[in-house]
């Protein structure tokens, strides 16, 4: 068998008849109700980038489209699960080598007819073995370029919309071998996904940040707050 039977194979599957123990969206709560449990513990909020104009209109709605997770973002079940990748898109460390190694080879074999990517860019495959039902690959930059980020967040969104992907995770791209300051990084991701859910709210149930170090989740706690205010 080739990946593209392989692919449909899987693609025909449900998260759970793949991976029985994965984390399914009803069980991801959404940050309105994190916040409501946890709100003794969150750490004090933390002011959005001064470029960034919320339309407070939409508080409320979108407080119910994303969340946080803390964990491997392998166990997925979502439509797309996002990989922090390398140009040559054929595997690395990190993320990406958690995601090569959960999906099987068939993922590399699909890789390999890609061609690479560039910074910034966004490509697509199939999961696999892994209970999500797609993987967009996006490249992130190495050390603090703020252009090029903000392209991973845009370019996956936007291939999401394409494939009318409705649930979707990100990992924290950049931070880790990269090296991105990760506050720095977290503004970005937490500002590109306000403003495209404000655009497109009706074409997304949820958009998951996979958090996989405290420092991360203390930094998202804080600015999501003002980011995707609560009453
Ligand atoms: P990059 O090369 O873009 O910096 P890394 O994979 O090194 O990518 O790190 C990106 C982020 O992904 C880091 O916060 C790292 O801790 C996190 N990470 C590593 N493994 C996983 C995983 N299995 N699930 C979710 N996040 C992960």
């Known amino acids: 068998m080739g990946w593209q039977d392989v692919k449909e194979k899987f693609l025909s599957l449900s998260g759970e008849q793949k991976s029985p123990n994965c984390e399914t969206l009803e069980n991801i709560p959404t940050w309105k109700t994190y916040a409501s449990i946890k709100k003794a513990t969150l750490p004090a909020k933390k002011q959005t980038l001064s470029d960034i ?3 407070n209109s ?6 119910e489209k994303i969340s946080i997770y803390i964990g491997d973002i392998t166990h997925l079940e979502v439509d797309a ?3 922090a990748a390398n140009k040559s898109l054929l595997g690395g460390g990190g993320v990406d080598g958690a995601i090569h190694r959960g999906a099987g ?4 074999a699909e890789c390999k007819t890609l061609g690479g990517c560039e910074t910034g860019e966004a490509k697509i495959t199939g999961s696999y073995q892994l209970p999500s039902k797609y993987i967009i690959h996006t490249v992130g930059p190495v050390g603090e370029k703020p252009g090029y980020l903000r392209n991973c967040y845009e370019n996956s969104l936007k291939l999401a919309l394409e494939n009318n992907l409705r649930s979707i995770a990100f990992p924290c791209i950049s931070t880790g071998i990269y090296h991105y300051p990760n506050e720095a990084a977290a503004h970005i991701a937490a500002g590109v996904v306000r403003k495209k859910l404000e655009e497109h709210a009706d074409k997304f149930d949820r958009v998951i940040f996979c958090l996989f170090l405290d420092i991360d989740t203390n930094i998202y706690e804080s600015i999501l707050q003002s980011y995707f205010p609560l009453k």
């Open 105 to 108: 080879k068939y993922l590399l």
């Open 58 to 63: 939409k508080n409320e709605i979108l407080a």
């Open 53 to 55: 104009v919320i339309d």
């Open 81 to 83: 699960i996002v990989n």
